[in-house]
C-alpha cells in the first residue's frame, strides 16, 4: 500500500513536470484533424471504424466481469468484480504514460511515434507534443483496449485468493511493460514481425500479442499466488470447485463473443478494406463451431450438455481464429474453431493435473492453448488471397517457421516476464490474501461488502 | 444422440469432400475486396454499416438468453441458457453449409448466388468457390443473424421441458430448411416479393420471414412437447407459472431493443440510403408506445403496472414496425406500436385459452401476431417516400392485398413446417425429458449443474 | 391515475388531429434523403456515425437500470426497474410531440427547424410536415436519447417510495418541457450558446444539458418526496441502506462507460470530423483516472478497497469530461477525471449530512456535482485546438465567464423547475407510496410480482 502510494505520488509529479514542460504549449501536426482529413477523404471512415470496433472491444471488460463473477464463488464475487474493473482502468493509464510508447516508438505509423528500435521503442508517452495528433490517438485507443484485454484475463486466473492491492500494482506493469514490448516485436516494427521467413510472423488480431500473454502470465501468477484452500486434494488431484451464477457465466460469454467483433474486424483499422466481411464471417463461424464441437464432446463423454465447456469452447475458438482471422477462407475457420476446444481442454488439463496450478476459470486454455494454436493456424491454412501471407495449404512452408518462432518466443516472454513479475510483487508487497480470509471470502476483508447485502432490519427510528 | 453423431459425421465427410475439390483451389472474383473498393468508392462504408448493425443483431442472442433466463424457472435456466447458447451456433453452421444457398441462390445479388428458381435457391453452399467473395460474404453474415434470431425465438417457447438434443436438431434444421425457403421467397427473388400487387409482398427486416417464421415455428413445437406439468388445470384453464428473475427480463428486452437498431436500420445494407435515419426513429417510437401503451392497459385491469406486460409490449411493437418500417412515418410508426400489445395480447391469450398450448414466454404473441400485424402495416400505411410503396392511406389498394398473400403464407408455411420438424422429431430421438427429470428441474439431469450452485463445505485436505 | 388517462386521451386527440391535417399528407423535402446525399457524398458517414452513436447513447439505458437495481433494496427491484424502463419510453414519446419543437425550433439547423427565439423554439412537432426528413430525423433521434439519459437519473435519486404513477407523469415532462428549453438555451440556439463572453457557453456533449438538468430535478424529487423510512436516525444522522447486488451495479458502470463513447465522441454528429479520436481517449482517460482516484483514497480511508466508490468514481470522471470533452488536451482528461469524484463525494456528503436528502443512488454528486466541474473545466482546460474555444491555460480569461454563467443559471433551472413540477405532482396525485407498501416494498403492491419469484409447489392438477 505504501509502496504504491509513494510511486503513485513519483509518477504524478513526473507527469506534472513533463506536462508543463512540454505537453500544455506543444500539439502534433494535426490535433483536430483539419489536414488529415483534406489528405484523405476516407480518414473519418477508417476513424469510425476504428473506434467503433474499439468501442466493442472495451465492452468486452463486461463481458470478462461477469463471465468471472459467475465462475468464482460468491463470497468473492465482490473481490473479482473490484480487479476486473480497476484492471482496465491501471492499464490504461499506465499504456498512457509508458506502454504505447514503447510498443509503437519508432514504428512511425503516425505522428510522434518516431524513436525505437527492433526491441522497444521510444516516443509518444502521454499522447503529449507530436503525438497529441488524431491519428495518434486513434491508435492509441484500439491499442489500449487490447492492452487492458490482455490485463483482464489474469484476474480470473488468480481469483479468489490474491490480494487487490497487488493485483493493481500487477494491471500498470504489464500495461507498461511486458505487453507492450512483446507487442512492439510483433506490431510495433520490431524484429518478429520482420522475420526472414514467409511474410515475418503475423498475429492479425493478438492471438499471440493479446491471449498467449495474457494467458501465460496468468499462469505464473496463478502459480506462484498458489492454489485456493482445499483445490487439490493431499495426493495432489484436483477438486472441482464451482462458481456460483450460470447466467452470468452465459452472459458474459455473450459479450465478449459480441466484442470480438470489434477485436478481429477492427484490426483492419479500416473500412475501406474491404476483407472485413471475411474477418466477420471467419470469428463467427470458429467461435460457433469450438461451442458445438464442445457440447458435442461433452455429451459424448459425459451424457451432459456442459455449458460451461461450451462457453469455453467457443472463446477457445475465438482466440484461436484472432491470428489467422484476415488470412484464411470460413471453411478454414471452422476447421481452426473445431480443433481449438481440443487444444483448450487438453492445456487446461495439463495445467490443472500435471502443473497442478488453480486456474480459477481455465483461461490458460482458453487464452494461450488456443492462443498458440491460432498462431500455427497461420503457417498452415493461410490462403494467399491477403497481405501476400500464405501457408503449408498453399504449398509454402516459410510462413509456418516465422510462426514457431513467435511461439517460442510469446511462451518465454509471458511466462518469463509473469515469473518475474510476480516473484517481485510476492517478495515486495505480498501476493496472498490471509488464510481466514480466504476462508470466509476477501469481500467484506478486503472491500468492505458482500456481492448480494441481505436486508438488515429498519433501523430505529423507522 | 447416435443418429445425430452419424448425421455430423456424414456432414464433416461431406463438407471435407466438397472442400478437397472445390474450395482450397478456388475462390470469388475478389476474396480481398480490392477490386469492389475500386469500383465503388461507397462499399467501405455500406459494409462497415451492415456488419457493425449486424454484430447488433448478434447481440440479440444474450438478449434473448436473458429475457428467456428470468421468464423460466430456476430449475432450468442451464437447460434454457444452454439452448440459447447452441441454437444460434448450429444455425450459424447449417445457414453457412446449406440456407444461404436456398435463400439466395439465384437472387443474382452478389457473386456466387447465380443458380435458383422462384421456390429455392441452390449456390452459395459453404461460402465456397465464386461465394467466397467479400461481399456475398458479407450478405452473409448479416442474414445468418436474422436466421439465427428466428431460431432462438423458438427456445422460449418450448422450455422446460424439451430435450437438448431434440432441440439441437431443430436449430440445425431451422437454419438449413425452413427459415431460408420461406426467406427466399421474400427476399431472394421468389415468388412473394415479386407478386403482381402493389409492389410485390414487402417486409423489409423481416416482420414476417423472421418473427413470424420463428413464432409458427415455435408453437408447433410448444404443442407437439405438450405442456409443463402444472401449466393446465384439470378443467383445462391455464395456471400461471412465475419465471424467477425480474432483472434479467427487464435487461434481456434492453439489449434485445438495443440490438433492433441493428436489425432495422441495418437492412438497407448501406448507409449512403439516408432512410436509415427515420427506420431508426420508426423503431425507436413503435417500441416505446408498445411498452407505455402495455403499461397503462395493466394498470388500468388490474391496477398493478405490469413490467413484463410493458416489456412484452415493447417487443411487440419492434416486431410490429419490424416490416414497415422503412416505409412509413414517424406519426404511423407510433400508431403501429400501439396497436401492436392489443394484438400481442389478444394471440397470447388465444393460444393459451383456446389453443390450450404452453408457450412458456409468450412468444407467439410478441413474434408471429405482431409480426403479422407488421406485415398488415405496410398495406395500410406506407405513404410512398420510399422504395416506392405505398399503402391505403395514399389510396393504394394493391400493396395490402400482396401483404395478405404474404401473411397466409407464412403462417401455412411456418405453421406446417414445423409440425412436420418436430413431428418427426417426436417420432425419431424425442422431444420430451422425462417426468422426473422436468420436476425436479431439467438443469442437473441434462446438463449436471444447477444455475446457482450453493458453496460445498471445504472439501478434504483443505 | 384519472387525471392521466384524461391527459392521455387528450394528447392522443390533439396528436390525431394534428396528424390527419397536416402529417398524412405533408413531408419535408427529402424524407428519403436521395436530395440530402446527392448534395453531399459524406451524408452516409455521418449519418451512420451519429446513429450508432445513439444506439450507444440509447444502451446506457440498461446500464442505468443495472446500475440503479444493484443500488436498491430487493423489495423495490420491480418497481425500479419499471421506472427505468417507461422513463424513456415516455420522455422518447413528450420529445417526439413537444421537446424537440421547443429544444431545436428556430435552430434553423435542419429542415422544419425555423421556429423559435433566444428562449424557446416552436416547430418540429411530431416530426411532421416539414421536419419529415431525413436530417430532421436523424438529430431528433440523437437528441432524444440524451432527453431520456437526463430522465432515467431521477429514477435512482427517487427510488425505493415515490409511486410509478407520479414517476411516469415526471418521466412525461421533463422530456417534453424542462430539458428542452435549458437545451435550447445552449445547443437550439438560444441565449447562454450565444453569450458574448469567450465563444459563449459550451457543454460539447451536455455535462450541463444532460447531466447537471437530471441531478438537479431528481435532488427536488428526492427532497419533496421525503427520505425512505430508516434513512436518517433521529438526530438526523443517515443511515446506510445498502443496496442488493453488486454484480449488477458493476456491470450496469461497464455499460454505462460503454455508451458514453457514444455520447461523447458522438455529439460531433460528423465522423468527417476527426477530433473524434480525441474525444473518445478523453472520454476512457477521464473516467478510468476517476475509479482509480476512488478506489485509492478510499484504500487509504478505510483500508477497503469500495468498488461502488470505484463505479461512482469512474461516471464522475465520464460526467465531468462530458462537457470538455473536445476541447481539452488528454493529459487534462486525466486531471479532469481525477478532480471528479473529489467534487462528487462532497457534493454527494453535502446532499446526505446537511441537506439531509436521501439520494439513494448518489446521482447528485455524480451527476450534478461533476456535472457542474466538467462545465467549469472547458473555462480552465481548453486548449484552443477545437472550435476556438480556449480557457486559462491559454491565457483566455473570457471562456469561464460564459461557464460560470452557465453553471448558475443550470443549476437555477434545474432546481426551480424540478420543486414546481414535483411539488405540482405532490398536490394534485401524490408522489409518495403508502407507508406499508414502503416498509413491505413496493414491487408486490405497485406490481403484483417480486424481482426473484419463488416457485410454488406444483399446482393442483400436475
Known amino acids: 500500500m505504501r509502496v504504491l502510494l509513494k510511486l503513485a505520488t513519483l509518477f504524478v509529479i513526473v507527469v506534472a513536470a513533463l506536462m508543463w514542460n512540454t505537453v500544455v504549449l506543444a500539439e502534433g501536426p494535426d490535433p483536430n484533424g483539419a489536414d488529415t482529413f483534406a489528405a484523405n477523404p476516407n480518414a473519418g471512415l477508417n476513424m469510425a471504424w476504428t473506434l467503433i470496433a474499439g468501442f466493442l472491444v472495451f465492452f468486452m471488460q463486461a463481458g470478462f466481469a461477469l463471465l468471472g463473477a459467475g465462475l468464482v464463488r460468491a463470497k468473492n464475487t ?22 504505447y510508447a514503447f510498443m509503437f516508438g519508432g514504428s512511425k505509423l503516425f505522428s ?4 525505437g528500435n527492433a526491441f522497444i521503442g521510444f516516443s509518444g508517452f502521454f499522447l503529449a507534443s507530436d503525438a497529441y495528433d ?5 491508435l492509441w485507443f484500439f491499442q489500449m483496449v487490447f492492452a487492458a484485454t490482455a490485463a483482464t484475463i489474469v484476474a480470473g486466473m488468480v481469483a479468489e485468493r490474491m490480494k487487490i492491492t497487488a493485483y493493481l500494482a500487477y494491471s500498470f506493469l504489464i500495461g507498461a511493460i511486458i505487453y507492450p ?18 511474410s515475418g510472423a503475423r498475429d492479425f488480431a493478438g492471438s499471440g500479442v493479446v491471449h498467449t500473454i495474457g494467458g501465460t502470465v496468468g499462469l505464473m501468477g496463478a502459480w506462484l499466488v ?7 486434494k493431499r495426493d495432489g488431484t484436483p477438486n472441482q470447485i464451482k462458481g456460483h451464477n450460470l447466467v452470468y457465466i452465459v452472459s458474459g460469454t455473450f459479450i465478449l463473443f459480441f466484442g470480438w467483433f470489434g477485436f478481429n474486424p477492427g484490426s483492419t483499422l479500416a473500412a475501406t478494406d474491404l476483407r472485413i466481411s471475411v474477418i466477420a464471417v471467419n470469428t463467427f463461424l470458429a467461435g460457433a ?29 475465438l482466440v484461436a481464429i ?21 487444444v483448450q481442454q487438453a492445456a487446461q488439463a495439463f495445467v490443472e493435473r500435471r502443473l497442478k496450478i488453480d486456474d480459477v476459470v481455465g483461461a490458460f486454455g482458453v487464452h494461450a492453448g488456443a492462443g498458440l494454436w491460432g498462431l500455427l493456424a497461420i503457417g498452415i491454412f493461410a490462403d494467399g488471397t491477403y497481405g501476400d501471407v500464405a501457408g503449408l495449404i498453399k504449398g509454402e512452408g516459410g510462413q509456418i517457421v516465422a510462426q514457431l518462432i513467435s511461439m517460442v ?3 518465454a516472454w509471458g511466462l518469463g516476464t509473469g515469473f518475474i513479475l510476480f516473484g517481485i510483487l510476492k517478495k515486495t508487497m505480498g501476493l496472498r490474501a490471509p488464510r481466514e480470509e480466504e476462508l470466509h471470502g476477501l469481500d467484506i476483508p478486503e472491500h468492505g461488502i458482500e456481492a448480494y447485502p441481505l436486508p438488515e432490519k429498519e433501523p430505529a427510528g423507522a
Open 78 to 99: 465482490v473481490n473479482y468484480l473490484t480487479k476486473s474493473f480497476l484492471d482496465f482502468c491501471m492499464t490504461g493509464l499506465s499504456f498512457w504514460a509508458f506502454g
Open 112 to 115: 510522434g511515434l518516431d524513436i
Open 134 to 138: 488524431v491519428n495518434t490517438v486513434m
Open 181 to 198: 514490448i512483446y507487442g512492439h516485436w510483433v506490431w510495433g516494427g520490431g524484429w518478429l514481425g520482420t522475420l526472414p521467413f514467409g
Open 226 to 232: 498458489g492454489p485456493r484452500i482445499g483445490k487439490f
Open 289 to 317: 463451431t469450438g461451442a458445438v464441437v464442445a457440447i458435442y464432446l461433452s455429451m459424448m463423454r459425459t451424457g451432459k450438455a456442459d455449458i460451461i465447456a461450451a462457453c469455453n469452447g467457443s472463446l477457445a475458438g
Open 322 to 342: 484472432t491470428a489467422p482471422c484476415a488470412y484464411v477462407a470460413p471453411w478454414a475457420a471452422v476447421v481452426i474453431g473445431a480443433i481449438a476446444p481440443l
Open 409 to 411: 518466443t510469446v511462451l
